[in-house]
């Protein structure tokens, strides 16, 4: 019974927990074998065949994640019984799914940020080949918040810079912009809440966050006079992974003047794939996966779904990613289909 229990667990909450398993027909009697020697009865072969068959692993990210929430919902709005079943997979953070992507058995599928190619170029020369993108889902803007006495950028050399908790966008995408910037800032990873705090205290000169505008903390908070975002004008140094930006007055009303805006920059947030050859079932599988997610589009972009959904372009690019070949193909058929047939 306990070799079952086990299966029975994996089968139920494999889209909960970050697993290695392959997804093959002897995925479940390899994880209880010499417990239970009849374990591999429990379906029929042909039965476990079609499980795996059609079984696309989405490495989402951290559990209060907005990636773990958007893969979730993919994965619900995709099933089709044992024709499709997505599995959702708790990460260490949407900037290490790549590794998953490229090494963990049984991931066909991940959410991304753009800029985690960049740390892959050195021990995976060719990993824009091996990776494609299926779908630009979000962009994830630059928020650089200072204390009143910073100007400007170079301010920051040497003062205290929080970049939030190791795992997130901020703590990875930070950090490599800063670089880019030339700016030597002392580096914190500390929660947020903590970091704004120890800003009003004067304790901490700026707070780095990379996430989908507006953000709570500066729509709610209070803030002195002085305190504002940072403007990081967008460039060639900038071309290969990010997209221009702006925040907004509408968007931060306290703290942006009405009719002003600060130029930034922003992460894509991309749902990418393995670049499997044409000719095998983990293509197969992935290309099913794209058909049945942009067939059924509008389905994520009704209420009861993340807001985000609504504002995405299926046709929308990934700076530095070749788009999967499936993906490319369903646009090009939706291109020729005949207008009143849509």
Do not use: C
Request: glycine share 6%.
């Amino acid at each position: 019974m306990k070799g079952i229990s086990r299966l029975r667990a994996l089968l139920l909450f494999g889209g909960l927990v970050s697993v290695s398993l392959p997804f093959s027909t002897d995925a479940g009697a390899q994880g209880v074998r010499g417990q239970n020697p009849d374990v591999r009865r429990i379906l029929p072969q042909t039965e476990k065949e079609k499980m795996n068959a059609w079984t696309v692993g989405l490495a989402g990210g951290l559990l209060e994640g907005a990636p773990l929430r958007l893969a979730a919902e993919m994965a619900r709005v995709v099933d089709d019984g044992p024709n499709l079943h997505v599995l959702p997979i708790v990460t260490r953070g949407a900037t290490e799914n790549l590794n998953s992507l490229l090494y963990l058995r049984g991931v066909d599928t991940a959410i991304i940020n753009s800029d985690a190619l960049e740390e892959y170029k050195v021990q995976v020369p060719d990993i824009l080949r091996r990776t494609n993108y299926l779908l630009n889902l979000f962009p994830s803007e630059l928020h650089i918040f200072v204390r009143p006495e910073i100007e400007k950028l170079q301010d920051l050399a040497g003062k205290k810079v929080n970049f939030n908790t190791q795992g997130t966008a901020a703590a990875y995408s930070g950090p490599l912009i800063f670089s880019r910037l030339g700016i030597d800032a002392e580096k914190t990873f500390i929660p947020h809440q903590v970091a704004l705090e120890q800003m009003r205290k004067g304790e901490m000169s700026a707070v780095v966050f990379i996430t989908s505008k507006p953000v709570d903390a500066f729509v709610k908070g209070r803030w002195e006079p002085g305190f504002k975002f940072l403007a990081v004008p967008y460039d060639s140094k900038f071309e290969d992974y990010y997209l221009p930006a702006v925040l907004e007055a509408a968007e931060y009303p306290a703290l942006i003047k009405q009719g002003e805006r600060v130029p930034t920059i922003a992460v894509p947030t991309a749902l990418v794939a393995f670049n499997w050859p044409k000719n095998t079932n983990r293509y197969q599988r992935v290309a099913r996966f794209v058909d049945t997610l942009f067939s059924r589009i509008d389905r994520l972009q009704a209420p009861g779904f993340d807001p985000k959904w609504k504002s995405i372009n299926l046709a929308a690019a990934v700076p530095g990613l070749d788009r999967f070949a499936a993906a490319q193909e369903w646009l090009d058929r939706e291109a020729r289909a005949p207008r009143a047939s849509r």
